[in-house]
């Protein structure tokens, strides 16, 4: 029997598939979707996937991710593909790319780190010191961040 399609087509906007099962509503919440917007978004959770056993898929209409929304993207999904539509077909596919520091995506959230004190207006770092499993520590204080808590981070 044919895998039955969960989410209707969008005219325009942006398609992110292959987020980890689970993570989508963490995703809303980094790219500061999840308040104050207008955008019709569907949501969908823990369906089948061949390539990953399970993941979720998110599609916001009327909106075309920028390059820093991608950036915080690779925080939870640095393997979603991500791709804008226009008039109802693919119009272009966005690269997600986690580099090797993260500059002014989110903060350390460590309470006594100097990017806390607002006396000292440093650009908050993160570096990546691994990509799989992901770890990410301050560039300031060198403390580690807890990737499942970075999403009440972000700036």
Do not use: W
Request: aromatic content about 2%.
């Amino acid at each position: 029997m044919a895998e039955m399609r969960r989410v209707t087509a969008i005219c325009n906007g942006t398609a992110i598939d292959h987020i980890p099962s689970g993570h989508a509503l963490q995703l809303l919440k980094m790219l500061r979707l999840d308040v104050g917007r207008s955008n019709p978004i569907s949501l969908v959770m823990n369906v089948p996937s061949g390539k990953m056993g399970r993941k979720d898929v998110l599609k916001i209409e009327d909106r075309e991710l920028n390059q820093e929304e991608l950036d915080r993207l690779a925080l939870i999904a640095p393997k979603a593909s991500v791709a804008i539509i226009r008039n109802y077909a693919v119009a272009e596919k966005r690269r997600i790319d986690l580099g090797e520091e993260l500059v002014n995506i989110a903060r350390c959230s460590f309470s006594n780190c100097i990017t806390q004190n607002p006396n000292e207006p440093l650009p908050h770092r993160l570096r990546v010191i691994s990509a799989e499993p992901l770890e990410i520590r301050c560039a300031y204080c060198g403390r580690g961040q807890d990737v499942d808590e970075v999403a009440d981070y972000i700036l």
